[in-house]
Structure formats: C-alpha cells, structure tokens
C-alpha cells in the first residue's frame, strides 16, 4: 500500500482523485504492477477501468464497473511513464491529464505512483477510499543488484561511489562473490511434492528511506547470509558470502602453526545455557498477499547436550517472502551457533596477509589440530 500525497474533487464534487507515492524508483531495474486489491477485493481491468471485482470468496460481481480507474507510472507523470496498465485506455496518458490541477510542472520526478479516480457511488459503497494494495514487482531481486543499487544511489541508498566499493566481491558472478553465489540454482520441494530448484537467495521486500543506511545494508546481507566489511588494505566495502569453501580454495589456504604463531591459544565455545537449539524466522508470506508467516527449526534431541534447556532464537527478516529461503537462513544460524568456535592467538607479520572473512587453517599437535579450517 503507499502514502496519499495529493488529492482532488472534480465532477460537480462526484469524482476524487487520489495520488499514492509507492516507491521510490530505483536506478537499474524496472517496475510492473500485476493485481491491484481494493480492500480484500481483486480489481478486474479494461485497460484503466474498473469493469469488476473478485472477493475472498472467488465472487465475480459488477459493483464498481466504470466508477474506478487507475494509471501507475514509474519514475515520472508522463503517457511513457504509465507501467499500468500495459495496453488499452489510459495506457499512455500523462498524470496531468487525470489530476485537475496538475500542469507540467507536475513531473513526480524518479518515484512509483499511482492516479485512482473514484466516482461516489452511495448504493455501491463507493464514498471514499478503501485500503488499496498493489502486488508490484522490480526486475532488480539479486542481492548483489540490489546491495550495489542501494550503495551507489545517492537519493535514497548510501551514496558511495564506486571507488570505495569492491564493485567485484559484490556483482561478481563467481560463486565466491555475492551475487554469483546468490544465483545458485539449489534444490526444494514445493508444495506439489515436486523437487524444483531456484535462486539460492532473492531480495524480495521493501526498504524504508527513514531507516538509516546501515540498517538497510544490514537487510539486504540478512535475507542473503553475506556479511558487509570494510577492506582496510583496499579501502573498500566489500560483501563476503557466508559459504562452505571448494576443495581448491581449501589447499590455498594460509596455515597456522607454530612456526607462525606466537602467543597462546586461547579457545572458546559457546556455553551449554546459550546454546540456541530452535530458530524461528518471521517473513512476509507471498501466499498470504505478504501477512506475517513463521518458520521453525529445531535441533533433533539426538543432537543436544545432555541437561541442554530450550533455547529459541527468534528474528524478523523484512527482505525474504518464502519459506523456503527463510527455513535455509533458520538452518545455517542454527548450526553455527552449535559449532562454533571462537580461537585467538598472536601471529607474526605473515598474518597480515589474512583478510576478514578468510578461512585459514591450523595445525597443533596438543589440540590434535592438523589444518584445521
């Protein structure tokens, strides 16, 4: 749903016309809008026109049949601006000819909006205006996209310039880079019983500009399972994936041992009463027109500790809308919150070249360490 930022009567006081701010339009990616919801009601379209509406119980009726329009536009007021609807009446109309008392001036310069006109109709329940809601949908879901969108825009992101980026560990289509591991194609089973496959992960939700920055940023590596750094050697944000490494990159890896380490070593777990053993993830349910919906992961009995009590993490994640990815986020925090280790020691200067979010390996004889990662 969105904001009224503007409003008129016309008509002899018959018709209002209502302007709903949607979205900010983003810089790469385009818009589109495919069902359009007044109240619990589906709108049905002829080009601009209201010609019926389908209730919660799959009732077709004519109620509102020629008293509702509505236009959509992407980024500006013009006819080339209109994404709804594609084709017929309206379908190339400038806001300025639907609002009264707009003129060309009226650019509504890089946002997504709608224009609904309502004729009053009494008997019809039409006397003012319901809750409206769009399923709209941007072309632009990889988290890599969408985290370089928003770093790079200085309109409603952070504003960085692509000198401070590592544009490669973000866009990058190796699966060792944000996106290319994003686009992996990974097995589920749907609700057909079918074994299917998609994108590992997708940004699907919405940003709020008066969040700052940095709380955004932490959304879009939530839904993703990326952490966000700063490269102190480059000078640049990075992304790195949180994921399982290749055989290769296992042999590549700088070892630890005692001709490099030279301090104690210190290691630590987490403690039996902090041990999480069940994760509860909140999301927008795509099946429920994006209502609250949960998912629950719990570590099988066989798996605890003995005398471990229950120990429920529970989080909202605002930019994932199926159960799917949600129960894959669920997983992965449960598990390393189990096995987790936290090892510290002092290195001489060879330590250096480690950057955060490398694994490396390490040998000691006393912990019966031979390369561990």
């Not at 003012?128 to 809601?133: A, D, E, K, T």
Request: glycine content about 6%.
């Amino acid at each position: 749903s969105g904001t009224i930022f503007d409003a008129a009567i016309s008509n002899q006081n018959d018709t209002m016309t209502y302007c709903i701010a949607l979205s900010e339009e983003t810089q790469t990616g385009t818009f589109s809008c495919s069902k359009v919801f007044m109240a619990d009601d589906e709108l049905v379209f002829s080009g601009n026109t209201v010609v019926s509406h389908i209730n919660p119980n799959q009732s077709n009726t004519t109620n509102y049949a020629g008293n509702v329009r509505l236009n959509i536009y992407a980024g500006g007021s013009s006819g080339s601006d209109v994404i709804f609807p594609t084709s017929g009446t309206g379908s190339n109309t400038p806001a300025s000819s639907i609002v009264p008392h707009w003129g060309a001036n009226h650019t509504a310069n890089s946002m997504v909006f709608a224009v609904l006109q309502i004729d009053y109709d009494a008997e019809n329940g039409l006397v003012g205006l319901p809750q409206m809601s769009f399923k709209m949908k941007n072309t632009l879901s990889n988290p890599g996209d969408v985290l370089y969108d928003y770093l790079t825009s200085s309109r409603y992101g952070a504003g960085l310039s692509t000198a401070e980026i590592d544009v490669n560990s973000i866009t990058g289509t190796a699966n060792t880079q944000m996106k290319g591991y994003s686009a992996e194609q990974v097995n589920y089973t749907n609700q057909a019983n079918a074994s299917v496959t998609h994108d590992r992960y997708e940004i699907n939700g919405v940003l709020s500009t008066f969040d700052t920055s940095k709380t955004n940023i932490d959304k879009i590596c939530q839904a993703s399972a990326t952490f966000f750094t700063y490269n102190v050697k480059q000078g640049k944000f990075s992304a790195i994936p949180n994921r399982a490494i290749s055989s290769t990159e296992k042999a590549n890896c700088l070892v630890y041992n005692d001709d490099n380490i030279v301090s104690k070593i210190d290691i630590s777990s987490t403690e039996l009463y902090n041990l999480y053993n069940a994760v509860e993830v909140e999301f927008a349910d795509n099946t429920r027109k994006d209502q609250t919906n949960t998912v629950l992961v719990e570590t099988p009995s066989g798996d605890r500790n003995a005398n471990e009590p229950d120990n429920r993490l529970k989080y909202r994640v605002d930019l994932i809308n199926d159960n799917m990815r949600a129960e894959a986020l669920a997983n992965i925090d449960l598990n390393q919150s189990r096995v987790g280790t936290v090892i510290q020691f002092e290195t001489d200067f060879s330590g250096m070249q480690t950057d955060v979010g490398d694994v490396v390996k390490i040998t000691n004889s006393l912990y019966g360490w031979s390369d561990k990662l």
